[in-house]
Protein backbone atom coordinates (compact mmCIF):
# COMPACT_ATOMS: atom_id res chain seq x y z
CA UNK A 1 0.00 0.00 0.00
CA UNK A 2 1.02 3.56 -1.04
CA UNK A 3 -0.01 5.60 1.65
CA UNK A 4 0.42 8.68 -0.85
CA UNK A 5 -2.71 7.58 -2.73
CA UNK A 6 -4.48 8.23 0.60
CA UNK A 7 -2.89 11.61 1.13
CA UNK A 8 -3.40 12.92 -2.30
CA UNK A 9 -6.94 11.80 -1.83
CA UNK A 10 -7.67 13.45 1.47
CA UNK A 11 -6.25 16.27 0.60
CA UNK A 12 -8.39 16.74 -2.44
CA UNK A 13 -11.94 16.02 -0.79
CA UNK A 14 -14.17 19.22 0.73
CA UNK A 15 -14.58 19.51 4.08
CA UNK A 16 -17.92 18.73 4.16
CA UNK A 17 -17.30 15.48 2.69
CA UNK A 18 -15.92 12.13 4.89
CA UNK A 19 -13.74 9.57 3.87
CA UNK A 20 -14.98 5.76 4.07
CA UNK A 21 -11.75 3.93 3.66
CA UNK A 22 -12.85 0.32 2.11
CA UNK A 23 -11.04 -1.89 3.80
CA UNK A 24 -12.33 -5.12 2.90
CA UNK A 25 -9.79 -8.24 2.42
CA UNK A 26 -7.19 -5.51 3.48
CA UNK A 27 -4.53 -6.65 6.47
CA UNK A 28 -4.80 -5.63 10.04
CA UNK A 29 -1.55 -3.78 9.34
CA UNK A 30 -2.65 -2.21 5.99
CA UNK A 31 -5.69 -0.50 8.52
CA UNK A 32 -3.34 0.53 11.09
CA UNK A 33 -0.97 2.55 8.47
CA UNK A 34 -4.22 4.78 7.44
CA UNK A 35 -4.61 4.73 11.78
CA UNK A 36 -1.60 6.59 12.20
CA UNK A 37 -1.80 8.73 9.22
CA UNK A 38 -5.20 9.95 11.22
CA UNK A 39 -8.02 8.06 9.14
CA UNK A 40 -10.93 6.52 12.12
CA UNK A 41 -13.85 5.40 9.08
CA UNK A 42 -13.63 2.11 7.96
CA UNK A 43 -15.81 0.57 5.04
CA UNK A 44 -16.52 -3.34 4.89
CA UNK A 45 -18.88 -5.81 3.43
CA UNK A 46 -18.94 -9.05 4.82
CA UNK A 47 -20.39 -9.32 9.01
CA UNK A 48 -17.68 -11.68 10.30
CA UNK A 49 -15.02 -9.85 8.86
CA UNK A 50 -15.80 -6.77 10.24
CA UNK A 51 -16.31 -8.00 13.68
CA UNK A 52 -12.80 -9.79 13.26
CA UNK A 53 -11.37 -6.37 12.72
CA UNK A 54 -13.25 -4.56 15.35
CA UNK A 55 -11.92 -6.69 17.89
CA UNK A 56 -8.47 -6.98 17.08
CA UNK A 57 -7.96 -3.30 16.53
CA UNK A 58 -8.19 0.23 17.99
CA UNK A 59 -11.77 0.76 19.85
CA UNK A 60 -12.08 4.37 18.68
CA UNK A 61 -12.58 3.31 14.51
CA UNK A 62 -15.60 3.55 12.73
CA UNK A 63 -16.71 0.30 11.63
CA UNK A 64 -19.15 1.40 8.75
CA UNK A 65 -21.19 -1.45 6.75
CA UNK A 66 -21.66 -0.63 3.42
CA UNK A 67 -22.33 -4.22 1.84
CA UNK A 68 -25.55 -6.12 1.24
CA UNK A 69 -26.32 -7.48 4.51
CA UNK A 70 -28.67 -10.75 5.35
CA UNK A 71 -30.81 -10.84 8.43
CA UNK A 72 -29.11 -13.49 9.80
CA UNK A 73 -25.69 -11.32 10.01
CA UNK A 74 -27.54 -8.42 11.97
CA UNK A 75 -26.17 -9.73 15.48
CA UNK A 76 -22.47 -10.21 14.10
CA UNK A 77 -22.18 -6.26 14.06
CA UNK A 78 -25.35 -4.84 15.84
CA UNK A 79 -22.73 -3.83 18.63
CA UNK A 80 -20.42 -1.60 17.37
CA UNK A 81 -21.30 -0.87 13.76
CA UNK A 82 -21.03 2.94 13.56
CA UNK A 83 -23.17 3.16 10.23
CA UNK A 84 -25.18 0.78 7.79
CA UNK A 85 -24.75 2.12 4.52
CA UNK A 86 -26.53 -0.68 2.61
CA UNK A 87 -30.39 -0.84 3.89
CA UNK A 88 -32.04 -2.36 0.66
CA UNK A 89 -35.45 -3.68 2.38
CA UNK A 90 -37.62 -3.42 5.48
CA UNK A 91 -37.19 -6.57 6.93
CA UNK A 92 -33.58 -5.74 7.32
CA UNK A 93 -33.98 -2.29 9.00
CA UNK A 94 -36.38 -3.74 11.79
CA UNK A 95 -34.39 -6.36 12.30
CA UNK A 96 -31.45 -4.30 13.13
CA UNK A 97 -34.60 -2.16 15.23
CA UNK A 98 -34.90 -5.48 17.16
CA UNK A 99 -31.12 -6.23 17.69
CA UNK A 100 -30.25 -2.97 18.36
CA UNK A 101 -33.11 -2.67 21.46
CA UNK A 102 -31.25 -5.77 22.35
CA UNK A 103 -28.19 -4.11 23.03
CA UNK A 104 -29.49 -0.48 23.91
CA UNK A 105 -28.58 1.02 21.25
CA UNK A 106 -29.56 3.46 18.45
CA UNK A 107 -27.82 2.12 15.66
CA UNK A 108 -27.97 4.99 12.52
CA UNK A 109 -28.44 3.54 9.01
CA UNK A 110 -28.89 4.82 5.38
CA UNK A 111 -31.78 3.39 2.69
CA UNK A 112 -29.92 2.36 -0.23
CA UNK A 113 -31.41 2.71 -3.42
CA UNK A 114 -31.36 1.46 -7.09
CA UNK A 115 -30.25 4.07 -9.22
CA UNK A 116 -27.84 2.16 -11.59
CA UNK A 117 -28.76 0.39 -14.83
CA UNK A 118 -27.60 -3.12 -14.06
CA UNK A 119 -30.34 -4.98 -12.33
CA UNK A 120 -28.17 -6.61 -10.32
CA UNK A 121 -27.41 -3.95 -7.54
CA UNK A 122 -29.67 -3.81 -4.50
CA UNK A 123 -31.85 -1.00 -3.74
CA UNK A 124 -34.91 0.19 -2.95
CA UNK A 125 -37.60 2.38 -5.61
CA UNK A 126 -38.34 5.90 -4.78
CA UNK A 127 -42.25 4.20 -4.63
CA UNK A 128 -41.42 1.58 -2.34
CA UNK A 129 -39.68 3.84 0.05
CA UNK A 130 -42.07 5.91 -0.13
CA UNK A 131 -44.91 3.71 0.80
CA UNK A 132 -42.65 2.55 4.37
CA UNK A 133 -41.49 5.46 4.94
CA UNK A 134 -45.46 6.61 5.27
CA UNK A 135 -46.60 2.97 7.47
CA UNK A 136 -47.07 2.81 11.06
CA UNK A 137 -44.52 0.17 11.23
CA UNK A 138 -41.64 2.67 9.96
CA UNK A 139 -43.51 4.47 12.39
CA UNK A 140 -42.86 2.53 15.69
CA UNK A 141 -39.01 1.72 15.19
CA UNK A 142 -37.08 3.22 17.79
CA UNK A 143 -33.31 1.85 17.97
CA UNK A 144 -32.78 2.14 14.09
CA UNK A 145 -32.31 5.70 13.12
CA UNK A 146 -32.31 6.64 9.59
CA UNK A 147 -29.95 9.10 8.83
CA UNK A 148 -29.92 9.38 4.67
CA UNK A 149 -29.58 7.18 1.53
CA UNK A 150 -27.09 5.49 -0.20
CA UNK A 151 -26.31 4.26 -3.68
CA UNK A 152 -24.29 2.72 -6.28
CA UNK A 153 -23.88 4.25 -9.88
CA UNK A 154 -23.69 2.74 -13.31
CA UNK A 155 -20.18 0.66 -13.76
CA UNK A 156 -19.65 3.04 -17.12
CA UNK A 157 -17.22 5.12 -18.52
CA UNK A 158 -19.66 7.14 -19.37
CA UNK A 159 -19.71 10.04 -17.02
CA UNK A 160 -22.97 11.74 -18.04
CA UNK A 161 -24.59 9.12 -17.12
CA UNK A 162 -22.82 8.88 -13.71
CA UNK A 163 -23.64 12.29 -13.03
CA UNK A 164 -27.06 11.68 -14.14
CA UNK A 165 -27.64 8.91 -11.74
CA UNK A 166 -25.79 10.86 -8.59
CA UNK A 167 -28.44 13.37 -9.17
CA UNK A 168 -31.24 11.27 -8.90
CA UNK A 169 -29.81 10.23 -5.42
CA UNK A 170 -29.85 14.09 -4.57
CA UNK A 171 -33.04 14.58 -5.54
CA UNK A 172 -34.77 11.39 -4.03
CA UNK A 173 -32.53 12.96 -0.39
CA UNK A 174 -34.05 16.45 -0.57
CA UNK A 175 -37.43 14.83 -1.69
CA UNK A 176 -37.27 12.56 1.59
CA UNK A 177 -35.74 15.69 4.04
CA UNK A 178 -38.74 17.62 2.88
CA UNK A 179 -41.51 14.73 2.78
CA UNK A 180 -40.32 12.38 6.04
CA UNK A 181 -37.78 13.56 7.94
CA UNK A 182 -38.14 18.01 7.61
CA UNK A 183 -38.18 17.99 11.64
CA UNK A 184 -35.07 14.80 11.54
CA UNK A 185 -31.77 17.27 12.18
CA UNK A 186 -29.70 14.09 11.98
CA UNK A 187 -30.99 13.11 7.93
CA UNK A 188 -28.02 14.31 6.46
CA UNK A 189 -26.12 11.44 5.06
CA UNK A 190 -25.36 11.28 0.85
CA UNK A 191 -23.25 8.28 0.73
CA UNK A 192 -22.35 8.03 -3.19
CA UNK A 193 -18.85 7.63 -4.92
CA UNK A 194 -16.17 4.94 -5.14
CA UNK A 195 -12.90 4.91 -6.30
CA UNK A 196 -13.84 5.22 -9.66
CA UNK A 197 -16.38 8.10 -9.53
CA UNK A 198 -16.07 9.83 -6.28
CA UNK A 199 -15.23 13.09 -7.98
CA UNK A 200 -18.04 12.80 -9.55
CA UNK A 201 -20.18 12.09 -5.81
CA UNK A 202 -19.00 15.21 -4.38
CA UNK A 203 -19.76 17.34 -7.79
CA UNK A 204 -23.27 15.91 -7.22
CA UNK A 205 -23.67 16.42 -3.09
CA UNK A 206 -21.85 13.73 -1.28
CA UNK A 207 -21.30 13.94 2.23
CA UNK A 208 -20.17 10.41 2.38
CA UNK A 209 -17.22 8.90 -0.60
CA UNK A 210 -16.86 4.77 -0.07
CA UNK A 211 -12.78 4.82 -1.76
CA UNK A 212 -10.68 1.35 -1.33
CA UNK A 213 -8.91 0.35 -4.68
CA UNK A 214 -7.38 3.89 -5.03
CA UNK A 215 -5.93 3.85 -1.98
CA UNK A 216 -4.29 0.87 -1.91
CA UNK A 217 -3.50 0.33 -5.49
CA UNK A 218 0.43 0.29 -5.56
Not at 11 to 32: F, G, H, T, W, Y
Not at 36 to 50: D, S, Y
Not at 166 to 185: E, M, N, R, T, V
Amino acid sequence: MNIIHYQKIKDSIPANVRLVVVSKKRSEQDIMTLYAAGQRAFGENHALEIRAKHEALPKDIEWHFIGHLQTNKVKYIIPFVSLVHSIDSFKLLQEIDRQAKQHGRVVPCLLQFHIASETSKYGFSREECMDILASQAFAALQHARVRGVMGMASFTRDTLQISREFKQLYCIFQDLKKGYFKYAPDFTDISMGMSEDYPIAIQEGATLIRVGTAIFKE
